[in-house]
């Protein structure tokens, strides 16, 4: 029996598991990728309190893992695919066991939201990506087109371009959706070339390289790159829950929800406003209202 498991690793996540620790709890963590969540696809972040210089998204998930560490917080590297409530607790199935919990945080962020490309599926993976994390590490004559008009496509863009030969932003739009900041600095960069009002239609494999083909203005134009970078838009990671309890599922300020016991906070439950310092404070506010839940008499 555990007193509370905590579903993720990014920043909501982290910040629950100190929390928790500090209160005399010892909370069991499940990431199944890398510590650290969206934090690992930041080039650069500017706006979390006590770096005055900006950190990298890297540098900042590095000190968060330091910090787990030094309060002997253990996060498993596990894949939790169903949470399910029984009889007042609740039930985690990972790929290879399954726990009880008295509590549930899930800090288990989002997912990207796929486009439809013609030919795109043989190619995700090795040379179509989804998340910049997982691209190969770049090299100095690569080129990388990233669809997509938002803050996330311009930054990626920043992160990328300075390893690489040549970076295109395509989007369908007049305007991109960035921050003004991000459009400035991707002016800036001589390699990094953007293209509004330009729809991708096709993508294929040729050689060792990918061809996207868009029209823009009703004009077909050809893009050869090294690999293409999907980033338009998230959508909240509740696959872990039942198809009825996502539908009726309903969230308070506090991370609570209609399910006692159950909490969720962080980029799950923000849609758009996906911030570190947002979560963090999410993780600690789920954090307290999960320690009164447990010392308190609500389940009698």
Known sequence: MNDVVIVGAGPAGIAAGIYLKRAGFEPLVF???????????????????????????EDLAGLFKKQLSRLGIEVKRKE???ISPQKG???LITDDDEIISQAVIMATGTTPKSIDIQGQTPLIGRKLFYE???IPPPKKGDIVMIIGGGDAAFDYA????KDVERVDIIYRSEKDKCLALLR????DRSNIHVHPTTKPLTV?????????KCESQGKEIVFPSDYVLIACGRRPNLKVLSEDMVRDLSIGENGGTNIPGLFIAGDV?????????????DGILCAMSVVDYLMGDERK
């Open 31 to 57: 990431e199944k990728e890398d510590i650290g969540g969206l934090l690992l696809n930041a080039n650069f972040v500017e706006n979390y309190p006590g770096f005055p210089e900006g950190i990298g998204g």
């Open 80 to 82: 939790v695919i169903k």
């Open 89 to 91: 607790l609740f039930k």
């Open 132 to 134: 910049i994390k997982n």
């Open 158 to 161: 920043l992160n990328i371009a």
């Open 184 to 187: 400035e600095r991707v002016k």
């Open 204 to 212: 294929r494999e040729e050689k060792e390289h990918v061809i996207v």
């Open 269 to 281: 439950k923000r849609g758009r406003y996906r911030q570190t310092g947002i979560a963090v404070g």
